[in-house]
């Protein structure tokens, strides 16, 4: 199985910071692989899928690239909403979600 | 707009089955799958599968293989997992998400608003 480390497992970020989220995949998955976020008590939501394609609604600060087995969620310019926990999502072989990204305010 | 209403919250005793449902609205049911995820409190997420409403058929994660059983009832547009076997570590929310659709089978991107399932004896 196909296995996903994220990193950090948590941040702290000011407001106005431009913060990079690492996912690494333990074999290639090519693009496979998608972006959530997700607020406390609610259901995730898909910000980047393909790694690099915004989802529809999704604010131009949020970014991903990579390929392979390297990938990255960046947010050129945090916002207050965006303090939440971020996962990746491979979908190259089954699916496996990363652990887990908490960004907390500093 | 499309909507996932899940049913309510289930108290189970160890050795049960859950069935938890997914009615969905506002878009063509059989045009997208729709994946299943859960979260057991505090934790991360975790995919146990998906089902093509169209075919009926289905992809589950090695881990629920022999425990998970997802079915659809087109007519009335819902989607249904059920678990057997429960155990305490089974205690989480499951969610039902329909797939993005760009490809036959991707991203989760609509999703249910979860039902809790509490496994306790």
């Known amino acids: 199985a196909i296995q996903m480390t994220q990193s950090p497992s948590s941040l702290s970020a000011s407001v106005g910071d431009r913060v990079t989220i690492t996912c690494r995949a333990s074999?290639?998955?090519?693009?496979?692989l998608g972006w959530y976020q997700q607020k406390p008590g609610k259901a995730p939501k898909l910000l980047i899928y393909?790694?690099?394609s915004l989802q529809s609604g999704v604010p131009s600060r949020f970014s991903g690239s990579g390929s392979g087995t390297d990938f990255t969620l960046t947010i050129s310019s945090l916002q207050p909403e965006d303090f939440a926990t971020y996962y990746c999502l491979q979908d190259y072989n089954s699916y496996t979600f990363g652990q887990g990204t908490k960004l907390e305010i500093k | 707009q499309v909507q996932l209403v899940q049913s309510g919250a289930e108290v189970k005793k160890p050795g049960a089955s859950v069935k938890v449902s997914c009615k969905a609205s506002g878009y063509t049911f059989t045009g997208y799958y729709m994946h299943w995820v859960r979260q057991a409190p505090g934790q991360g997420l975790e995919w146990m599968g998906w089902?093509?409403?169209?075919?009926?058929?289905?992809n589950y994660a090695q881990k629920f293989q022999g425990r998970v059983t997802m079915t659809r009832d087109t007519s009335i547009s819902t989607a249904y997992m059920e678990l057997s076997r429960l155990r305490s570590d089974d205690t989480a929310v499951y969610y039902c998400?329909?797939?993005?659709?760009?490809?036959?089978?991707?991203?989760?991107?609509?999703w249910g608003q979860g039902t809790l399932v509490t496994v306790s004896s």
């Open positions: 393909a790694a690099s």
């Open positions: 074999q290639g998955i090519r693009n496979d």
């Open positions: 998400a329909r797939d993005l659709g760009i490809k036959s089978s991707g991203w989760p991107d609509y």
């Open positions: 089902i093509n409403p169209n075919s009926g058929g289905t």
